[in-house]
Each structure stands twice: as structure tokens, then as C-alpha cells.
């Protein structure tokens, strides 16, 4: 069984599934299924590859990453605590590799793995991650919906000011009411005039004022 550690594209595999399955359990609910078989892949990884006094500084900071990630997705919804996260999973892995080739395959295996567990989301229950983001989901009168109303409409063109940090999404309070908002991409602090640049749905993009040309 050994020896099939031997074959240095393993690697790319192994943690390619344990990465899929993890990040899986993130965005689907499968009762912690997939955390297990995540779990095992990525232990068996570790144990083939890492020497035993490094196992548990190296699988630390792996988990870490997963944890930011978590975090992430539940609360924060900006993707910098992500970015960190993916950043101490691919730090993990390569440094647990007994040479650059295996460490190769093995980073490769974690891209592809974060990127094959979006595939879950077709097929399994989603879990409210990243809520704040659906903000960008676009329900126009087009595609069948008529989710946006008269008062929304009448929001363009309106200025109000930011009542939370906006990273890029945020609250907006305008003529005394509070609606949810996000902004082209840009951060902008509280306490921050804004103009309503454009109402699609439930998406209100803004634009601090003094970019407004």
C-alpha cells in the first residue's frame, strides 16, 4: 500500500479530494460527512509525507486556513479572512512535501479541489455562507421576476450615508430608512455620504460621493 506513496502525482489527488470534500462540508450540508472523508484524506496526506514532528504544526495551520475560510463565509463575507485562509492551506501543504514536485501536485490538488467543491452547490442543500454576497444575485423584471418595487425604483439618483463599514457590502440609511447596499467593488468607511447609482432587484449599488465626477 506504501508504495503507491512512491508516485510523486499522488499527491495532487489526495489532497485534491480531502480539499474538495472539506470546502464541500462548508457549502453544503451533509451532517459532517464530507468533514470526515476531508479530514481522512488530508490526515493521510500529512502522515505519508511529513515528518511526525511537524505533523501537528503543519495540520494546525492547515485547519486554521479551513477555520478563516469559515469565518469568512459566516460573518465577515468580504474574503479577506478567505484569502488568508487559502494562503495558510497552500503553506501547509507545500512545506509538508518531501520535495518541490510532490509540493507541486499537491497545491495544484488544493486549487482544484477549492474549485471542484463549488459543484456541490448543484446537487446538495446549501448552507448560508457568504448570505451578504447574494446581495449581488440579480432577480430582474427580465429573467421572469418583478422583485423590485416602486420604492426602490424612486431610491436613484437618492443620497443618504453609510451606517456601517461597506467591504463592499454594507447598510446605507436614506431619508431616515435603512436598506442593505453594496458598492462597485470599493471599500467605504461609515458615516460616509453616498448617491444610489443604480437599483436591480435587491441589489442597490452606491458611490461615495466625492468619486462622483
Known amino acids: 500500500m506504501m508504495e503507491i506513496f512512491g508516485f510523486d502525482w499522488i499527491s495532487f489527488f489526495i489532497v485534491g479530494l480531502g480539499t474538495m470534500f472539506l470546502?464541500?462540508?462548508?457549502?453544503?450540508?451533509?451532517?459532517?460527512?464530507?468533514?470526515?472523508?476531508?479530514?481522512?484524506?488530508?490526515?493521510?496526506?500529512?502522515?505519508?509525507?511529513?515528518?511526525?514532528?511537524?505533523?501537528?504544526?503543519?495540520?494546525?495551520?492547515?485547519?486554521?486556513?479551513?477555520l478563516l475560510i469559515f469565518l469568512d463565509g459566516q460573518f465577515i463575507n468580504d474574503g479577506a479572512l478567505?484569502?488568508?485562509?487559502?494562503?495558510c492551506m497552500i503553506?501547509?501543504?507545500?512545506?509538508?512535501?518531501?520535495?518541490?514536485?510532490?509540493?507541486?501536485?499537491?497545491?495544484?490538488?488544493?486549487?482544484?479541489?477549492?474549485?471542484?467543491?463549488?459543484?456541490?452547490?448543484?446537487?446538495?442543500?446549501?448552507?448560508n455562507m457568504w448570505s451578504k454576497i447574494t446581495l449581488l444575485d440579480q432577480l430582474?423584471?427580465?429573467?421572469?421576476?418583478?422583485?423590485?418595487?416602486?420604492?426602490?425604483?424612486?431610491l436613484i439618483g437618492q443620497q443618504g450615508v453609510t451606517i456601517t463599514d461597506m467591504r463592499p457590502v454594507g447598510t446605507i440609511r436614506i431619508q431616515g430608512n435603512d436598506y442593505s447596499a453594496v458598492t462597485n467593488g470599493?471599500?467605504?468607511?461609515?458615516?460616509?455620504?453616498i448617491l444610489v447609482q443604480k437599483?436591480?432587484?435587491?441589489?442597490?449599488?452606491?458611490e461615495e460621493l466625492i468619486d462622483i465626477k
Open 91 to 127: 503553506v501547509s501543504i507545500g512545506l509538508s512535501s518531501p520535495n518541490w514536485v510532490v509540493g507541486l501536485y499537491a497545491v495544484i490538488g488544493l486549487l482544484v479541489g477549492g474549485v471542484t467543491a463549488l459543484l456541490w452547490l448543484k446537487f446538495l442543500p446549501k448552507r
Open 23 to 66: 470546502l464541500g462540508e462548508l457549502l453544503v450540508n451533509t451532517r459532517g460527512l464530507f468533514a470526515i472523508f476531508g479530514l481522512a484524506f488530508i490526515t493521510l496526506y500529512f502522515l505519508a509525507y511529513l515528518d511526525p514532528s511537524m505533523f501537528i504544526i503543519m495540520g494546525i495551520i492547515y485547519f486554521f486556513g479551513v
Open 186 to 193: 470599493h471599500w467605504i468607511k461609515k458615516d460616509t455620504p
Open 199 to 206: 437599483v436591480d432587484g435587491t441589489r442597490i449599488l452606491v
Open 82 to 87: 478567505a484569502s488568508i485562509g487559502a494562503i
Open 140 to 154: 430582474t423584471d427580465e429573467m421572469g421576476y418583478s422583485t423590485m418595487n416602486a420604492a426602490y425604483r424612486n
